[in-house]
Every structure is written in C-alpha cells, then in structure tokens.
C-alpha cells in the first residue's frame, strides 16, 4: 500500500504480510508441531478491521485447537470504526486475477523460493501468508522447555 515490501523497515507500523479470506480462517494445517504456541496467541489476539462479530467467531470455531493452548481465548469484537469512517474502502481498479498476476511479479526472491515448500510461505486463491523468517518452532521449543522447567 505504502510501495513498501514486508520486513523492509523494522519501524514498518503495519505487517502486511499475512491475509485470509472467509474460506481459510481454518488455521490448524499452519501450525508448527502439535502446539503452536505463537500462531494460538497470534490468532487469539487478532484485531478485526470491520466485518461482522460473526466472522471473529467463526474464526475461532474453525480453530478449536486454540483452546488447547490457550483456554481462556475468547473471540474478539471487530474494530468498527475504521470501516465507519470508509478508511479500508479501496476501489477496486483491476479484476482480481490481473491485480494477483501484477503482484506475483513483484514477489522477492526469497519468497519465491519459499512459496508453498512449508507452512511458512502460503500463497494461494485464499490465503497469503510471507513469513519466509518464520521462527515459530524456536519459539514453540523455548516455551516448552521453559513450561517443563516450570512443572507446567
């Protein structure tokens, strides 16, 4: 949106780099092991930028396995005031499967590279997701060790 690519600034106060439509809110296949423990605080902590309550609650139905990991997560209310206000109202210039050709051509070498090869790069007709420093299952190790030194 801001010609900036995903990652290029650490002071980038947006990460564009993760989107999903109503037809992949399931999120388990992304999980790294058994216990995503980032991806679970991530997906419970999600801001939703307009849409209805219902999609938010929809999300966390789809993702039961959530819960597991983190029992008290609840579904959180959508941010109704941007869309209010028509901030995310973009005109749509180009159909969307010129506007998708458009962008795979800009896509970085190492996102290509990665596309579709693991859970960490995902770029298909309902989700994109271009973590290509995916550190999720250092992260999942690190709060398992900690948890069991913990006597948790």
């Known amino acids: ?3 900036l ?5 650490a002071n980038d106060p947006l990460c564009l780099s993760f989107f999903a439509d109503e037809e992949s809110l ?11 423990w980032y991806l679970a605080y991530w997906g419970a902590s999600l801001l939703w930028i307009g849409g209805p309550q219902s999609l938010s609650e929809k999300f966390f139905a789809q993702n039961e396995w959530m ?3 983190l029992p008290h997560a609840r579904p959180t209310r959508p941010v109704p005031s941007l869309r209010k206000e028509g901030f995310l109202r973009l005109p749509i210039l180009f159909p969307e499967h010129f506007a998708k050709k458009i962008q795979e051509k800009l896509f970085s ?3 290509r590279e990665k596309q579709n090869q693991s859970t960490h790069v995902v770029i298909n007709d309902h989700m994109l997701k271009f973590h290509d420093d995916d550190r999720r299952a250092e992260i999942s190790a690190f709060v398992r060790v900690h948890m069991q030194q913990a006597g948790l």
Not at 26 to 36: H, R
């Open 1 to 3: 949106m801001l010609r």
């Open 5 to 9: 690519r995903p990652g290029e600034s």
């Open 26 to 36: 399931a999120f388990a296949s992304l999980q790294e092991g058994e216990e995503d």
């Open 67 to 69: 819960r597991r990991v």
């Open 109 to 111: 070498q190492k996102i």
